[in-house]
Every structure is written in structure tokens, then in C-alpha cells.
């Protein structure tokens, strides 16, 4: 199985994905960032496939297909959303159903979107988390995979409590795609 992870940011959530040695093909960013500086000091193959736009005028499908097309050149069996900050067509999941996995700093169902941190500080929650599920046209739905809770403490900051969120991303994400690996590995061994 052949992993490529899409990310847009400083990459913690990969590093924790190459760490756990995952079989990482592909890293593809939209913009440029620190995830690509971390994939090529692992020696794992990158994207850049920039998106044009972040105004109005920005053609997702277009966008989408460039995407699709990366991926299905580099073999890719399993997409791992980590971070990755363009929401991307409906021609994605056609192209790989129930076979890209995203992470959420919230737990889902609350929360969905962009700023599920500063939203659940906002709604005055006692506690949120992280959710591992598969994607699908609609953002941040599909199956749970994992959650996993912590108590929002009095008084805590977006970046304090995002980061203590994501101190459970980087545990629970690769825990999450080291059991896919597995039981894909289960399954083509049991057709042999």
C-alpha cells in the first residue's frame, strides 16, 4: 500500500506519519511549506501543485483533477489529510472512495470546518478532541474512524489548546493508518 499525505503547513502531523513508518509514496502541498522541507529530508518524492487562487475565481475542479492526477501517477492507494488547506472536488472521492482519511481537531460531529478550535473555546465546551474519519464531499462528515477527548481548561488559548490537540493527532492519526496498512495487508495476503 502507498500512502501520500496532503498537507499545507509546518508538518508536525507527517513527521508523526513518517516516524511511525508508515509506507509514505507522496507528499502534495498547495502551497509552499514546511511539510515539503520535512518529506525530502525523509527522502519521500513531492508535489507542489499551487493552487492559482484564493479569491473567487479559484476552479477547484481543475485544481481537483491536477491533484488526482499527482496521485494516480505515483501509484497512491490511500490519501492521509494532514492539515491540507484547499478543500478539494467532488471528483476526489470518485477517484478514491472511502480511501482518503482526514484528521479534525474536534470531535466530530461539533465543530466542523476551518476554526473548530477557536469555535469550541467560543461555544464554551468543557471539552473537545480529535477525530479520525474518512472524507467525503462534505467537509469534515464520513465515518469516524477514532476519536480521542481532553477537557478544555479555564482560561486556555486557540494556540495552547490546538496544540494539545494535536499532540493527540500525532499519536492517534498514525495508530489509525498503521490499522489500514494492516488490513489491506491482510486482505491481498489472503487472496494469494
Not at 23 to 41: N, W
Request: hydrophobic share 45%; with cysteine; net charge negative.
Amino acid at each position: 500500500m502507498q500512502i501520500a499525505v496532503m498537507a499545507s503547513g509546518t508538518g508536525t502531523i507527517l513527521q508523526s506519519l513518517i516516524e511511525a513508518e508508515l509506507p509514505i509514496a507522496l507528499v502534495i502541498a498547495d502551497r509552499e511549506c514546511a511539510a515539503l522541507t520535512r518529506a525530502q529530508e525523509a527522502q519521500i518524492a513531492t508535489a507542489l501543485v499551487e493552487r492559482g487562487s484564493f479569491a473567487g475565481d479559484f476552479d477547484r475542479d481543475a485544481y481537483t483533477e491536477q491533484v488526482i492526477t499527482s496521485l494516480q501517477t505515483a501509484g497512491i492507494d490511500l490519501v492521509a489529510m494532514a492539515g491540507f488547506g484547499t478543500i478539494l472536488g467532488p471528483a476526489i472521492f470518485d477517484a478514491f472512495p472511502d480511501r482518503i482519511i482526514n484528521t479534525h481537531p474536534s470531535l466530530l460531529p461539533d465543530f466542523k470546518g476551518w476554526h473548530a478550535v477557536d469555535d469550541a473555546l467560543r461555544a464554551g465546551v468543557s471539552e473537545t478532541g480529535c477525530t479520525v474519519h474518512i472524507a467525503t464531499a462534505l467537509v469534515d462528515e464520513g465515518p469516524i474512524l477514532a476519536q480521542e477527548a481532553l477537557p478544555i481548561y479555564e482560561g486556555e488559548t486557540v494556540a495552547r489548546l490546538h496544540e494539545r490537540i494535536k499532540e493527540i493527532e500525532r499519536r492517534l492519526y498514525p495508530m489509525v493508518l498503521r490499522g489500514l496498512v494492516n488490513e489491506s495487508k491482510q486482505k491481498s495476503e489472503g487472496s494469494i
